[in-house]
Nanobody, 115 residues
Framework: QVQLVESGGGLVQPGGSLRLSCVASVSINLRGWYRQAPGKQREVVAVFTTDGSTNYVDSVKGRSTTSRANAKNTAYLQMNSLKPEDTAVYYC????????????WGQGTQVTVSS
């Protein structure tokens, strides 16, 4: 059974930084990072492309960086200059894309940006 486990979330002050991790239980194609704020739909944060680069949503562009350790089935999301509007549960996704939804999702890690 495939499991994705996110970690690294927490409470951080505006302007702070966090590094989120996503570890897959098996070798799968990790697809990217998403987030869901209270009362809002899940949205993309960063998506890994087939050429090895990453596409970021405009709201985090310039403040976020992804990386992957494929041998460890792990992906990271480094977020800097955090803002209160970054507060959300952050998820990683992996596997195939079926009907616009990835096969596998983690349970999420809470990021709260507040003073």
């Amino acid at each position: 059974q495939v499991q994705l486990v996110e970690s690294g979330g927490g409470l951080v002050q505006p302007g702070g930084s966090l590094r989120l991790s996503c570890v897959a239980s098996v070798s799968i194609n990790l697809r990217g990072w998403y987030r869901q704020a209270p009362g809002k739909q899940r949205e993309v944060v960063a998506v890994f492309t087939t050429d090895g680069s990453t596409n970021y949503v405009d709201s985090v562009k310039g403040r976020s960086t992804t990386s992957r350790a494929n041998a460890k089935n792990t992906a990271y999301l480094q977020m800097n200059s955090l803002k209160p509007e970054d507060t959300a549960v952050y998820y990683c996704a992996g596997g195939g894309l079926r009907g616009g939804i990835y096969d596998y999702w983690g349970q999420g890690t809470q990021v709260t940006v507040s003073s």
